[in-house]
């Protein structure tokens, strides 16, 4: 990169930067950060919890088991291999992979978003999960394209909250969107030109109960994911 090219970038971020300082905001009170911190409150109300990790894998040199040091039971999930995983399956189908009400606890962070059938994932999450216990689920409204080609839905909190309902066997116990930003319209198309007046979240997340079994008979996706897709999960980028 030349020098010009240098100093223009920088420029143009320390512009872009007092353009957004009016409207930036502490992170340590989000309402989107908050939810985790509640449900690792009720994980730590248990004796010797289990918990599963759905997409346990660090993708982005990150692992979370340390966050549950009273966990004996945990287990990291993932589609792939790597650090931070015990077993490798597809999420689609944990009901295959693990015996049924097996955990307590069940979680996961920024995966909903690479589901193919997020609404079965949240049928087979029933199926191990014992009854009274919580899943905690966080994913994005909006956000760049990433891991390509398996990235598939942005969730809205309402999005969100009507996957995990009565039918499915869950009451929700609180859902909410955070991590404000602004979106800037790159087009001329008239109704976009005003939208960087709006707040966006960039996070969304949910605690629900479960409550019971749902109806296999009334609820059933019997579609497997290469039925629909012929690629896999992109591997960890090397750096």
Same mark, same amino acid.
């Given at each position: 990169?030349?020098?010009? &090219?240098?100093?223009?970038?920088? *420029? ?21 950060? =908050?939810?985790?911190? !509640?449900?690792?409150?009720?994980? =730590? =109300?248990?004796?010797?919890? @289990?918990?599963? /990790? +759905? ?5 982005? $040199?990150?692992?979370?088991? $340390? ?5 004996? !039971?945990?287990?990291?999930? !993932?589609?792939? /291999?790597?650090? %931070? ?10 009901? @295959?992979?693990?015996?049924?009400? &097996? ?28 009854? %009274? ?6 994913? *994005?409204?909006?956000?760049?394209? *990433? ?18 309902? =009565?039918?499915?066997?869950? /009451?929700? +116990?609180?859902?909410? /969107? %955070? ?9 001329? $198309? ?16 949910? +605690?629900?109960?479960?409550? %019971? #079994? ?7 996706? !019997?579609?497997? +994911?290469?039925?629909?897709? #012929? ?9």
């Amino acid at each position: 990169m030349s020098k010009l &090219k240098r100093k223009l970038k920088a *420029h143009f971020a320390k512009t872009l930067n007092s353009l957004h300082a009016p409207y930036v905001k502490s992170s340590l009170n989000d309402p989107y950060h =908050q939810v985790f911190e !509640d449900f690792k409150v009720l994980t =730590q =109300q248990k004796e010797n919890p @289990s918990i599963l /990790e +759905i997409g346990s894998r660090d993708v982005s $040199d990150l692992t979370r088991r $340390d966050i549950f040091p009273h966990c004996t !039971d945990y287990t990291g999930f !993932d589609v792939r /291999e790597g650090g %931070g995983v015990d077993v490798v399956g597809d999420a689609h189908k944990l009901g @295959s992979v693990f015996p049924d009400k &097996k955990f307590d606890f069940v979680y996961s962070v920024s995966v909903f978003e690479h589901l193919l059938f997020p609404w079965k994932v949240v049928l087979e999450t029933n199926k191990v999960m014992n009854t %009274g216990g919580y899943v905690f689920v966080s994913t *994005h409204p909006v956000w760049p394209e *990433h891991e390509q080609p398996w990235d598939f839905w942005r969730f809205p909190v309402n999005g969100l909250r009507v996957l995990f309902n =009565q039918f499915t066997g869950f /009451e929700v +116990i609180t859902a909410t /969107e %955070g991590i404000p930003g602004r979106c800037y319209s790159l087009s001329e $198309d008239a109704p976009t030109r005003e939208m960087w007046k709006y707040n966006v979240n960039l996070g969304v997340a949910i +605690i629900a109960k479960k409550i %019971g #079994d749902y109806d296999s008979d009334l609820l059933k996706w !019997d579609i497997d +994911i290469t039925d629909v897709v #012929d690629t896999m999960y992109p591997p960890k980028r090397e750096t």
